[in-house]
């Protein structure tokens, strides 16, 4: 089987990570792998906000854990110590697709350089708060421009990948 069909099959979402940062190498490897997703028209709407510094991370993660309502101390970004956050221009009507793509492309990639990675919703309501916008606007990006499509946390797993649940027989349909 192709190298890369057969990686897309064995990657998992991981949910317990090590301590240990990904090498500022790695993380750059897998925001690269991002920014080369297919986009709309080739507009390229996407940004990705990649995120190491301990303390942004937690308040990423606290803002996450608020917004769905969990207790306080729960860490949605399950440990994981890098966060790569992805936000896309809203006035390109592809930007949901886009940044998805994105997303999908970042995930595939942590897994193929052997780190573990997970799509964590709740970007858009993040980035929508008072909290987010100063983030965004602190980094000189206009926080009306752009909507949130994901996190993707990566860092090394914790424990082994679980075994891949069957795929559904009524996932695709093939008309002749």
Same mark, same amino acid.
């Given at each position: 089987?192709?190298?890369?069909?057969?990686?897309?099959r064995?990657?998992?979402?991981?949910?317990?990570?090590?301590?240990?940062?990904?090498?500022?190498?790695?993380?750059?490897?897998?925001?690269?792998?991002?920014?080369?997703?297919?986009?709309?028209?080739?507009?390229?709407?996407?940004?990705?906000?990649?995120?190491?510094?301990?303390?942004?991370?937690?308040?990423?993660?606290?803002?996450?854990?608020?917004?769905?309502?969990?207790?306080?101390?729960?860490?949605?970004?399950?440990?994981?110590?890098?966060?790569?956050?992805?936000?896309?221009?809203?006035?390109?009507?592809?930007?949901?697709?886009?940044?998805?793509?994105?997303?999908?492309?970042?995930?595939?990639?942590? !897994?193929?350089?052997?780190?573990?990675?997970?799509?964590? !919703?709740?970007?858009k309501?993040?980035?929508?708060?008072?909290?987010?916008?100063?983030?965004?606007?602190?980094?000189?990006?206009?926080?009306?421009?752009?909507?949130?499509?994901?996190?993707?946390?990566?860092g !090394?797993?914790?424990?082994?990948?679980?075994?891949?649940?069957?795929?559904?027989?009524?996932?695709?349909? !093939?008309?002749?």
């Open positions: 089987m192709n190298e890369v069909i057969e990686a897309m064995d990657r998992r979402s991981v949910r317990a990570y090590t301590e240990e940062v990904p090498s500022d190498e790695l993380v750059e490897r897998v925001v690269d792998a991002g920014l080369w997703a297919a986009s709309g028209r080739g507009r390229q709407s996407p940004i990705v906000l990649a995120v190491t510094d301990r303390a942004l991370r937690d308040r990423l993660s606290a803002m996450n854990a608020r917004i769905m309502g969990a207790p306080e101390g729960t860490d949605p970004f399950y440990g994981a110590p890098a966060v790569l956050v992805v936000l896309a221009r809203k006035d390109v009507g592809t930007h949901v697709y886009d940044g998805s793509l994105v997303m999908g492309n970042m995930l595939n990639a942590a !897994h193929e350089l052997g780190l573990g990675s997970c799509w964590i !919703h709740r970007a309501e993040e980035f929508e708060t008072p909290e987010g916008r100063a983030i965004l606007e602190g980094l000189g990006i206009d926080a009306d421009a752009y909507e949130g499509i994901g996190n993707c946390i990566v !090394h797993a914790a424990e082994p990948a679980p075994e891949a649940a069957p795929r559904k027989t009524d996932y695709a349909y !093939h008309i002749d």
